[in-house]
């Protein structure tokens, strides 16, 4: 039987979940082979991917004959087939909670919540991956391949070409102000799930899964990690859950603080995030 196969990108906020698991799990370089899908560049949309994950999302997983196109379901099937069975606590509906379309920890690198915010966004890395996004939509989308995709694509090209036209201040000023009144929104539902909801759901110390990472927390590193670098942070260190008290406008609650220091202390964080968060 061939290896699983999964597709992946370093800068992916999801594959850093079954990168950890990976890690954590005991996995080998010669257990999974690994091939990247360059999302800057738009090789999700390429119409031979979609045919393996029709969202073209990563992470994706090819084992045993079957494709596995979710998060969740990518990385229970590593935390299910661990060579030396490792044994990690099981997910629970905390996977399902922070994949929810509220907590999306994608939008805010592209969000922008006033004009100096849209200005910054539209004259740097953002503008880039937005416009290389459109560029990759328009060119697979007219290949004979695309025919199956077709919904995928009128989907996307107008969903991206919004944004586009934002930066490229093309957009009538009523679109202009939905997209900072949804920002907005965006960014305090996050700010008070960090402030709020996250220190009655963590322990005290540790993690979600007990003494060692189970597999929730795979999810919510990787979310957290994303977060704090969408709010300016870049350092992945102990105290690099910091960087993010700019955003909440107060101190990093306690037991925040105490779980990102415990991945801090783990090979598998400093491994993923070596060239820092992202």
Do not use: C
Not at 42 to 59: H, K, M, R, S, Y
Not at 69 to 96: I, W
């Amino acid at each position: 039987m061939s290896k699983p196969i999964l597709y992946t990108f370093g800068h992916s906020v999801w594959a850093a979940a079954p990168e950890l698991a990976l890690i954590e799990l005991g996995y080998t370089q010669d257990d999974v082979e690994k091939k990247v899908v360059n999302l800057a560049e738009g090789e999700n949309f390429a119409p031979a991917f979609l045919d393996i994950n029709p969202q073209g999302t990563v992470p994706t997983l090819e084992a045993g004959g079957e494709a596995y196109t979710s998060t969740a379901k990518v990385t229970s099937y590593l935390v299910a087939h661990a060579s030396n069975r490792a044994t990690v606590a099981p997910g629970t509906e905390f996977m399902s909670k922070i994949h929810q379309e509220q907590y999306d920890p994608n939008f805010p690198l592209l969000s922008a919540r006033h004009e100096d915010e849209l200005r910054s966004k539209a004259s740097g890395h953002s503008m880039t991956f937005v416009q290389n996004r459109q560029n990759a939509l328009s060119k697979h989308s007219g290949t004979p391949q695309s025919v199956d995709h077709r919904n995928f694509y009128d989907a996307k090209v107008a969903e991206n070409g919004k944004v586009l036209s934002i930066y490229q201040a093309k957009a009538p000023e009523n679109v202009k102000n939905g997209f900072f009144e949804i920002s907005r929104v965006h960014w305090d539902t996050l700010k008070a799930f960090i402030l709020d909801e996250l220190p009655d759901i963590l322990p005290e110390s540790g993690f979600l899964g007990g003494d060692i990472p189970g597999e929730d927390d795979f999810h919510l590193a990787a979310w957290l990690a994303r977060i704090v670098f969408a709010a300016g942070g870049g350092d992945s260190s102990r105290d690099g859950v910091h960087s993010i008290e700019k955003e909440l406008g107060k101190p990093t609650p306690e037991r925040v603080v105490s779980y990102w220091t415990a991945w801090s202390r783990r090979k598998s964080w400093q491994d993923v995030y070596a060239n820092g968060l992202h």
